[in-house]
């Protein structure tokens, strides 16, 4: 075992299968709407990020339609994780959202949930209300996104938020008892040399963090990056070259931090780059992460040449 894989951590804790089920809860973004920028993150594309969230349908329905879809798939489901995945879903009134979580929250099937959004929306009264299901639901979970530790690369991509407002925001979620945090970054981000990359690295080490996502940039459609990627200015990493960054990156991260995602993809009809992005090529791309750390281990302490 060369990292700590999220879905063996949910076995081990739970004696069995838990399945995450993706909610689009019908929210959007600062960035998006004009609160703080217009036009959302160049690289973003909910449709293509969120490809199981099925957005015309009430929270009840996506949990009850989900659950019976993995109960015939899976015949071994334990329980279930709900997941809020699109856009910033701490981004509306306290009362809001505890509608929303509490229609999650309300299925015994249900050990918890995962709540991704920006850390410059998380005021105190919803992480107050975000810690209030840690005493009946054992598994709780914000997941914050990152993608870079650098302001300038964050002003590139139109985050529209620093990296100050990432520090403070899990600092203050790990004030409260049972908050799990996951931090979300992106790698080969346009003028990103590996350097930066390994900046971004040693600033999520040096924090309160529980877990981690990593994706490799790609580009989708109906995107700002896809213009971008169009006209020349963006360099696609291959598949090669990501799994040694990857490798890199962990390998400053502590060893109990708990890896949701080490790759990413988009649907064939949205991808645009890298090819290797794609659903079909993920156990390749995990491969290639595995023969990487099977190097390092016989070359000990061995980091990419740049």
């Given at each position: 075992?060369?990292?700590?894989?999220?879905?063996?951590?949910?076995k081990e804790k739970y004696g069995g299968?838990?399945?995450?089920?993706?909610?689009?809860?019908?929210?959007?973004?600062?960035?998006?709407?004009?609160?703080?920028?217009?036009?959302?993150?160049?690289?973003?594309?909910?449709?293509?990020?969120?490809?199981?969230?099925?957005?015309?349908?009430?929270?009840?329905?996506?949990?009850?339609?989900?659950?019976?879809?993995?109960?015939?798939?899976?015949?071994?489901?334990?329980?279930?994780?709900?997941?809020?995945?699109?856009?910033?879903?701490?981004?509306?009134?306290?009362?809001?959202?505890?509608?929303?979580?509490?229609?999650?929250?309300?299925?015994?099937?249900?050990?918890?949930?995962?709540?991704?959004?920006?850390?410059?929306?998380?005021?105190?009264?919803?992480?107050?209300?975000?810690?209030?299901?840690?005493?009946?639901?054992?598994?709780?979970?914000?997941?914050?996104?990152?993608?870079?530790?650098?302001?300038?690369?964050?002003?590139?991509?139109?985050?529209?938020?620093?990296?100050?407002?990432?520090?403070?925001?899990?600092?203050?979620?790990?004030?409260?008892?049972?908050?799990?945090?996951?931090?979300?970054?992106?790698?080969?981000?346009?003028?990103?040399?590996?350097?930066?990359?390994?900046?971004?690295?040693?600033?999520?080490?040096?924090?309160?963090?529980?877990?981690?996502?990593?994706?490799?940039?790609?580009?989708?459609?109906?995107?700002?990056?896809?213009?971008?990627?169009?006209?020349?200015?963006?360099?696609?990493?291959?598949?090669?070259?990501?799994?040694?960054?990857?490798?890199?990156?962990?390998?400053?991260?502590?060893?109990?931090?708990?890896?949701?995602?080490?790759?990413?993809?988009?649907?064939?009809?949205?991808?645009?780059?890298?090819?290797?992005?794609?659903?079909?090529?993920?156990?390749?791309?995990?491969?290639?992460?595995?023969?990487?750390?099977?190097?390092?281990?016989?070359?000990?302490?061995?980091?990419?040449?740049?």
């Open positions: 075992m060369y990292y700590r894989k999220f879905n063996d951590y949910l299968r838990i399945q995450k089920i993706a909610i689009d809860a019908g929210f959007t973004c600062p960035n998006r709407d004009g609160s703080k920028a217009a036009g959302g993150c160049t690289f973003c594309n909910n449709e293509s990020f969120s490809p199981y969230a099925m957005t015309k349908q009430s929270v009840k329905e996506q949990i009850e339609k989900s659950m019976e879809f993995y109960r015939n798939r899976f015949k071994n489901v334990k329980g279930f994780l709900a997941y809020f995945q699109a856009f910033t879903n701490t981004y509306a009134p306290v009362e809001k959202l505890k509608e929303v979580y509490d229609q999650a929250m309300s299925y015994p099937e249900i050990i918890g949930m995962s709540i991704g959004t920006r850390p410059d929306c998380v005021p105190e009264e919803v992480l107050d209300l975000i810690a209030s299901y840690t005493v009946e639901k054992p598994e709780i979970w914000v997941e914050y996104g990152l993608q870079s530790a650098h302001f300038r690369t964050l002003r590139k991509i139109n985050r529209a938020h620093g990296v100050a407002d990432f520090v403070d925001a899990v600092l203050r979620t790990k004030k409260r008892s049972g908050i799990k945090v996951c931090a979300h970054v992106i790698l080969g981000l346009p003028d990103e040399d590996y350097e930066d990359m390994m900046e971004t690295a040693k600033l999520i080490a040096a924090l309160p963090i529980d877990g981690i996502k990593i994706h490799p940039l790609h580009i989708v459609k109906h995107t700002a990056m896809e213009k971008q990627y169009y006209k020349g200015e963006i360099r696609e990493l291959d598949m090669k070259e990501y799994a040694k960054l990857a490798v890199d990156f962990l390998s400053y991260l502590p060893k109990d931090i708990i890896v949701h995602r080490i790759t990413g993809e988009a649907t064939e009809d949205e991808l645009i780059a890298p090819y290797w992005c794609s659903p079909k090529y993920k156990m390749e791309v995990l491969r290639a992460i595995e023969e990487e750390f099977k190097l390092r281990n016989a070359n000990k302490n061995l980091k990419m040449v740049v």
